[in-house]
T-cell receptor, first 113, second 111 residues
Framework: KAGVTQTPRYLIKTRGQQVTLSCSPISGHRSVSWYQQTPGQGLQFLFE???????NKGNFPGRFSGRQFSNSRSEMNVSTLELGDSALYLC????????????FGPGTRLTVL | EDQVTQSPEALRLQEGESSSLNCSYTVSGLRGLFWYRQDPGKGPEFLFT???AGEEKEKERLKATLTKKESFLHITAPKPEDSATYLCAVRLDGTASKLTFGTGTRLQVTL
């Protein structure tokens, strides 16, 4: 069974630009969550999508948004990038019937210059 | 406010020297406590989920236990390949799949 895949793995952007990251969950998993990981703040929850609807949202500004498609693939977008947005962005996939296991992808390393 | 605290921040062990990592939590409505292992530059790797006080789970040299206030990850006779950051996280009532993470314990196992 294929794991969670994220593309691209690495990105370098400049301040003010926008970026779109993609996540494909494990087959059959309909819930996709996004997290930001930085050395200072650790892993922080961004949002969760289930059946193409945002079900939960963390404390991030509106520049961070996402969506989910009918095949459960998800994208997150960050507009007007700031230096502080440099981080590892992680996507997690879970079986929403039980939530007993959440599996993370390898992450996208975003560097904002 | 819901809080998850891990200790120690860093731990250095010699190969074969058993120890325990701690994850204490102050939350309302615990629906699961998760343990992950993370290698540098990679995504967290799922290890265990615990649900109720007294529950224990084992995988190779790792054993996780849960009480009403904390969880322990016991590492028995560790090997250098066990070196990683170990993260704990909680899932709470009414939050679907959202996990709240602690800051992790960096474990280094030397020969």
């Amino acid at each position: 069974k294929a794991g969670v895949t994220q593309t691209p793995r690495y990105l370098i952007k400049t301040r003010g630009q926008q970026v779109t990251l993609s996540c494909s969950p494990i087959s059959g998993h309909r819930s996709v969550s996004w997290y930001q990981q930085t050395p200072g703040q650790g892993l922080q929850f961004l949002f969760e999508y289930f059946s193409e609807t945002q079900r939960n949202k963390g404390n991030f500004p509106g520049r961070f948004s996402g969506r989910q498609f009918s095949n459960s693939r998800s994208e997150m977008n960050v507009s007007t990038l700031e230096l502080g947005d440099s981080a590892l962005y992680l996507c997690a996939s879970t079986n929403s019937d039980s939530y007993n296991e959440q599996f993370f992808g390898p992450g996208t390393r975003l560097t904002v210059l | 406010e819901d809080q998850v605290t891990q200790s120690p921040e860093a731990l250095r062990l010699q190969e074969g020297e058993s120890s325990s990592l701690n994850c204490s939590y102050t939350v309302s409505g615990l629906r699961g406590l998760f343990w992950y292992r993370q290698d540098p530059g990679k995504g967290p790797e799922f290890l265990f989920t615990l649900y109720s006080a007294g529950e224990e789970k084992e995988k190779e040299r790792l054993k996780a236990t849960l009480t009403k206030k904390e969880s322990f990850l016991h590492i028995t006779a560790p090997k250098p390949e066990d070196s990683a950051t170990y993260l704990c996280a909680v899932r709470l009532d009414g939050t679907a799949s959202k996990l709240t993470f602690g800051t992790g314990t960096r474990l280094q196992v030397t020969l």
